[in-house]
């Protein structure tokens, strides 16, 4: 990490040194306007003497102010990343010290943590609904009695069935 920083400023350092007074002043206009708030239009009036062809020449043809752009406008994402790897050592430090905390859920949680980081974590638990058949071998006394079972109950309601249309034309009758 901290060699990859030297390297961009040695960089950095490299390519400022490429680039002519007036490529300079450029770079440093575009990186100041956040890359892309200012046109290449708007910036050539800040700067005499300079043609908006010779802004987009250099910004799009030129390699080392292309290269010098990319490296003196740090974004920042970018820059949230680099502050957040610095601080990668103490993280990991505070889940560490959580697997000593006397609450067990606390160390529970601390010790998962650390392994979903290596990249062992359990495998997520899938609550599954629904109907399970299972089927019954069953001997022919069985079936014949449950299939009298139906019919009987099949004949009681339809019994009531036909005593209440009974009630109701008796009721139409009347």
């Given at each position: 990490?901290?060699?990859?920083?030297?390297?961009?400023?040695?960089?950095?350092?490299?390519?400022?040194?490429?680039?002519?007074?007036?490529?300079?002043?450029?770079?440093?206009?575009?990186?100041?306007?956040?890359?892309?708030?200012?046109?290449?239009?708007?910036?050539?009036?800040?700067m005499p003497d300079t043609t908006v062809?010779?802004?987009?020449?250099?910004?799009?043809?030129?390699?080392?102010?292309?290269?010098?752009?990319?490296?003196?406008?740090?974004?920042?994402?970018?820059?949230?990343?680099?502050?957040?790897?610095?601080?990668?050592?103490?993280?990991?430090?505070?889940?560490?010290?959580?697997?000593?905390?006397?609450?067990?859920?606390?160390?529970?949680?601390?010790?998962?943590?650390?392994?979903?980081?290596?990249?062992?974590?359990?495998?997520?638990?899938?609550?599954?609904?629904?109907?399970?058949?299972?089927?019954?071998?069953?001997?022919?006394?069985?079936?014949?009695?449950?299939?009298?079972?139906?019919?009987?109950?099949?004949?009681?309601?339809?019994?009531?069935?036909?005593?209440?249309?009974?009630?109701?034309?008796?009721?139409?009758?009347?």
């Amino acid at each position: 990490m901290a060699t990859s920083l030297v390297a961009k400023g040695e960089l950095r350092r490299l390519l400022l040194e490429e680039l002519n007074p007036r490529q300079l002043q450029y770079v440093f206009l575009r990186a100041s306007y956040d890359n892309l708030s200012k046109t290449e239009t708007e910036i050539a009036e800040l700067m005499p003497d300079t043609t908006v062809n010779t802004l987009y020449r250099w910004r799009f043809k030129d390699h080392a102010v292309e290269r010098a752009l990319k490296l003196i406008f740090i974004r920042p994402l970018e820059t949230a990343i680099i502050q957040l790897e610095r601080q990668s050592v103490k993280a990991s430090k505070v889940i560490i010290d959580l697997m000593d905390s006397v609450d067990e859920r606390i160390r529970l949680k601390a010790a998962q943590d650390v392994l979903d980081r290596l990249g062992l974590k359990g495998p997520d638990l899938i609550e599954l609904r629904g109907e399970i058949q299972t089927i019954v071998e069953v001997d022919d006394a069985f079936l014949i009695s449950r299939a009298q079972q139906v019919l009987e109950k099949r004949k009681l309601d339809a019994k009531t069935f036909d005593a209440r249309a009974t009630d109701v034309t008796e009721g139409d009758q009347g």
